[in-house]
């Protein structure tokens, strides 16, 4: 799964405005430097979320519509994708036929439950945790455990691994 662009944009958006009471969505497009066409879109998404309010006029702008420690970023990134889900035969319902009996369902199942589990984290949190800019060790360990064989993906296997 790939965080698209568009969501990509809009937790950048939430920070921007978290970090200010209110700021123009102009003020949020120049900063980010994401077209404020696109921007436009993001923030009306967000709104219709509950996540961002907006004001048109002199004192407007965009504010955050509840508090920071009630956003996550789960909430964010399906505000604008929709409800986050690896495969089809994950809906709800299911749209695969063959769910009950395929070996990889359960599989899939326990890597979107994880995957949700580390996204529901709230800005709040990131905030205060923004300088550091490592993961969390539980969002790790369970990358970790996604990965085949419980290996990192990424890392060389040394002679010492070699069967």
Not at 21 to 31: K, L, N, Y
Not at 77 to 104: F, K, M, Q, W, Y
Not at 152 to 161: L, P, Q, V, Y
């Amino acid at each position: 799964m790939l965080v698209t662009r568009e969501a990509d944009y809009a937790i950048r958006c939430v920070m921007e405005v978290a970090r200010h009471e209110r700021i123009s969505a102009a003020q949020v497009a120049a900063r980010q430097e994401i077209s404020p066409t696109f921007l436009g879109k993001i923030v009306q998404s967000l709104a219709r979320a509950g996540i961002l309010a907006t004001r048109r006029g002199v004192g407007g702008g965009i504010a955050l519509a509840m508090p920071i420690g009630s956003i996550t970023l789960l909430q964010v990134i399906e505000a604008v994708e929709g409800p986050l889900c690896l495969n089809e035969c994950l809906t709800d319902p299911p749209r695969c036929l063959h769910s009950r009996t395929c070996p990889a369902f359960p599989y899939l199942c326990e890597a979107q439950k994880s995957l949700r589990s580390i996204l529901d984290v709230s800005f709040a949190h990131m905030m205060d945790t923004e300088e550091d800019t490592s993961l969390p060790t539980p969002a790790l360990e369970a990358l970790v455990e996604l990965s085949p064989n419980g290996r990192n993906r990424g890392a060389r296997r040394s002679k010492a691994d070699a069967p």
